[in-house]
């Protein structure tokens, strides 16, 4: 018994490092997933969920937004400038804490200095700057999706 089981499980060993069971293992496994892989690869990842409002943007804009919707304005619109991004420890603490001074509406003023463009996730629940700057003669809203707002300054 203890011979027949040896031969065996060498002869089973030998089988599973050949290259011979590898391949029907890996035709098999290629064929499987082959589908689920065209079916992925076709679907278009490449653009950020942010890119139809980045595309809104006026050209050459100060935008002021949070930090998250920063990033793919930087990479989409280098044109645009962002008043802050995901850089705490590059814009350091004093900015990052006004940043949440303006959301929260405890700013002196709307927003930031300079700005000409403001986009917003609205979709974060209530941020008490929304309804400011919907409020706001000197604001109106020029774009608005499923999860985000765009102003730009009021004419006249």
Do not use: F
């Not at 060498?10 to 098999?28: F, K, Q």
């Not at 998250?68 to 991004?85: E, F, M, S, T």
């Not at 409020?135 to 608005?144: F, G, H, T, V």
Request: hydrophobic residues 45%; glycine residues 8%; contains cysteine.
């Amino acid at each position: 018994l203890r011979t027949r089981w040896a031969g065996a499980a060498a002869s089973r060993w030998w089988e599973y490092t050949t290259g011979r069971m590898w391949r029907i293992v890996l035709w098999l496994t290629a064929a499987i997933l082959a589908p689920a892989a065209l079916l992925l690869g076709a679907a278009n990842h490449s653009l950020p969920a942010e890119a139809s409002l980045v595309a809104q943007l006026p050209p050459g804009c100060r935008l002021y937004s949070d930090a998250g919707l920063a990033g793919p304005v930087i990479l989409l619109r280098p044109d645009v400038k962002v008043w802050i991004d995901g850089r705490a420890d590059y814009y350091g603490r004093e900015r990052t804490v006004l940043q949440h001074a303006y959301l929260e509406r405890t700013a002196p003023e709307l927003v930031p200095a300079g700005t000409t463009c403001v986009a917003l996730d609205t979709s974060l629940g209530e941020i008490p700057l929304v309804a400011a700057l919907d409020d706001s003669s000197q604001w109106r809203a020029a774009y608005q999706d499923q999860s985000y707002r765009l102003w730009v300054p009021s004419e006249g």
